[in-house]
Structures are given as structure tokens and as C-alpha cells.
């Protein structure tokens, strides 16, 4: 499953600048299931004047494996590179729905690889993340090689 958020002010379409957005809508998707997980929402001293305004949208979306933007400025792509979410600005096609869609497709074919680099990114990393986990267990089980 991949977490997507979208910056949208009535969570139909992406509307908004990522820096200036006052919310984002959340889903989590698989090949076969899209599931709304959340909502961030940020007041008005989040927003433009504010120099910290990016920090909290950062944190609302640390766990997200892509941002889908109207527009978003370098030091913030830069920002959510770096915690491993890709951002990704949209253009007429700014429908959620329809982006979900999309990605669903690309989950798809191939089990998501091969065919858009970002979904091939994500999963490879959160299956990286995944065989780590297995060697925990496996240690907390009391398991000896």
C-alpha cells in the first residue's frame, strides 16, 4: 500500500501551492482497495509570513510516499525528497479521483514496477524497510541462525 496526499481545499481536486495549502486529504492504495486515511489541516498562523510554515506540513506528511501540488518551490521539494516523499505537481489533470485512478493502474502492471520510477521507488523502499523489520521479529522471537 502507498500513501498519497493531495493538497486540496474540497477534497476533490488539487488546488492548491504546497507551501500556502490550508489542507491535504490522505488515502492509502493498493492494486485492488483505495482507502481515505486522513485529513492535515493547518490554520492561519501556518500560513505565508510564517518562516516555520513548511516545518509542519513536513511533519503532517513525513509518512506519506508522495504529495500530489498545483505548484511547490524548491527548498521544499528539496525538504520532502529528503524524507523520502515525492512530490508531484499536477496539471489539468487534477481530479483525485482520476489520479487515484492512475496509480491504481500503475500498481497494477507489474506489481508497480517498471513503468512510473516514483511507485517503483516507494515500494522498493518500503520493502527494504519491510525485510528489516523481519529480522527484529525474528530476534524478538528468540530465533537463532
Same mark, same amino acid.
Given at each position: 500500500?502507498l =500513501? /498519497?496526499?493531495?493538497?486540496?481545499?474540497? *477534497?476533490?481536486?488539487?488546488?492548491?501551492?504546497?507551501?500556502?495549502?490550508? !489542507?491535504f486529504? +490522505?488515502?492509502?492504495?493498493?492494486?485492488? =482497495?483505495?482507502?481515505?486515511?486522513g485529513? &492535515?489541516?493547518?490554520?492561519?498562523?501556518?500560513m505565508d509570513?510564517?518562516?516555520?510554515?513548511l516545518?509542519?506540513?513536513?511533519?503532517? /506528511?513525513?509518512?506519506?510516499?508522495?504529495?500530489?501540488?498545483?505548484? #511547490?518551490?524548491?527548498s521544499?521539494i528539496?525538504? /520532502? /525528497?529528503?524524507?523520502? +516523499?515525492?512530490?508531484?505537481r499536477?496539471?489539468e489533470?487534477?481530479?483525485? !479521483?482520476?489520479?487515484?485512478?492512475?496509480?491504481? &493502474?500503475a500498481? *497494477?502492471e507489474?506489481?508497480?514496477?517498471? *513503468?512510473?520510477?516514483? #511507485?517503483? *521507488? &516507494?515500494l522498493?523502499?518500503?520493502?527494504k524497510?519491510?525485510?528489516?523489520?523481519r529480522?527484529?521479529?525474528?530476534?524478538?522471537?528468540?530465533?537463532?541462525?
Amino acid at each position: 500500500m502507498l =500513501k /498519497l496526499a493531495f493538497a486540496s481545499d474540497n *477534497r476533490a481536486r488539487v488546488n492548491l501551492h504546497f507551501g500556502s495549502a490550508t !489542507a491535504f486529504v +490522505v488515502y492509502e492504495i493498493g492494486p485492488d =482497495k483505495t482507502a481515505l486515511s486522513g485529513f &492535515a489541516e493547518f490554520p492561519e498562523e501556518t500560513m505565508d509570513g510564517n518562516e516555520n510554515k513548511l516545518a509542519a506540513r513536513m511533519e503532517a /506528511l513525513a509518512d506519506c510516499d508522495a504529495v500530489f501540488v498545483r505548484a #511547490i518551490g524548491a527548498s521544499a521539494i528539496q525538504q /520532502l /525528497l529528503a524524507k523520502g +516523499v515525492q512530490p508531484i505537481r499536477v496539471g489539468e489533470t487534477d481530479d483525485i !479521483a482520476e489520479l487515484l485512478r492512475e496509480v491504481r &493502474a500503475a500498481l *497494477r502492471e507489474n506489481g508497480g514496477k517498471g *513503468r512510473v520510477p516514483w #511507485i517503483e *521507488r &516507494a515500494l522498493t523502499t518500503k520493502a527494504k524497510a519491510n525485510d528489516s523489520d523481519r529480522f527484529a521479529r525474528m530476534e524478538s522471537e528468540g530465533w537463532e541462525g
